[in-house]
C-alpha cells in the first residue's frame, strides 16, 4: 500500500505539472504533454530511488538496484526530452517565456549541464560506484527545477497567473515566515544527524 500510495502521488504531480505548463488548455495535445509529465516524474523518482539503494545496500539488491537505475535514466532523459520539445507547441511558455532575451541562452545551458550529468549518472552506475549516481541523480532534479523555474517566471500559471497575484497578503506571510524559520532549522538538524546516525552501506548480519 505505501509502494501504490506514493506511485499514485508521483502520478498526480506529474499531472499537476503538465496541467500548468500547458496552461489547463484542453485537447489531444496537451493530454498526451500531461501523460509525458507524468512519466517523467515517476521514473525521475525511481532513478532517485535506484540510486539510493546502490548507495546503501549491498548483493543482490544492490546489483538489481543498477538494473533498475539504468533504465530509469534513460525514461527520465526521454521523458524530460520529450516535454522540452513539445513545450514549444501546447504550452504558452515557448510562446512567451522562451523569445525573453537572455532565456534561451540559460536554459540551452542547463540542457547541456543536464545531458553532461545524465551521462555522469550512466557511467557512475556502469563503473561500480557507490555514491557518484545518487549525487548526479540528485543534480539531475536540482537542474530540473532551475529549468521549470526560468520557464515559468513569473508565473505560476503561464499566461494565466502570476507569482505576485497568487501570493498571499503580507500579514499571511510574515507570520509563515517567523513559522517557518523556527521549524525549518529543527527540521535540517534532525535530517543531518538522522543522515549521519544511518551512514554506510546496509550490511546483512550473519548469525
Not at 125 to 131: A, K, N, Q, V
Request: with cysteine.
Amino acid at each position: 500500500m505505501f509502494g501504490i500510495g506514493s506511485l499514485l502521488a508521483a502520478i498526480s504531480q506529474g499531472i499537476v505539472l503538465g496541467k500548468i505548463t500547458t496552461g489547463f488548455v484542453p485537447g489531444f495535445a496537451s493530454a498526451g504533454f500531461v501523460a509525458v509529465t507524468a512519466v517523467g516524474v515517476v521514473s525521475g523518482y525511481c532513478l532517485l530511488g535506484a540510486t539510493w539503494l546502490v548507495k546503501k545496500t549491498t548483493g543482490a539488491i544492490e546489483s538489481m538496484s543498477r538494473r533498475h537505475a539504468i533504465v530509469a535514466v534513460f525514461t527520465t532523459a526521454a521523458a524530460a526530452l520529450v516535454v522540452s520539445l513539445a513545450t514549444l507547441k501546447p504550452s504558452p511558455v515557448g510562446i512567451t517565456r522562451w523569445q525573453e532575451q537572455g532565456v534561451i541562452h540559460l536554459l540551452i545551458a542547463l540542457a547541456v549541464l543536464a545531458a553532461l550529468t545524465f551521462l555522469y549518472v550512466l557511467y557512475a552506475i556502469l563503473m561500480r560506484g557507490e555514491h557518484g549516481p545518487f549525487v548526479g541523480a540528485t543534480l539531475l532534479f536540482v537542474i530540473s527545477f532551475a529549468g521549470l523555474a526560468i520557464n515559468m517566471f513569473p508565473y505560476v500559471v503561464p499566461g494565466q497567473l502570476t507569482v505576485a497575484a497568487a501570493a498571499s497578503d503580507s500579514t499571511t506571510l510574515t507570520f509563515m515566515l517567523f513559522g517557518i524559520g523556527i521549524v525549518f532549522p529543527v527540521m535540517i538538524g534532525y535530517n543531518l544527524y538522522q543522515y549521519h546516525l544511518f551512514r554506510g552501506k546496509v550490511v546483512p548480519v550473519k548469525h
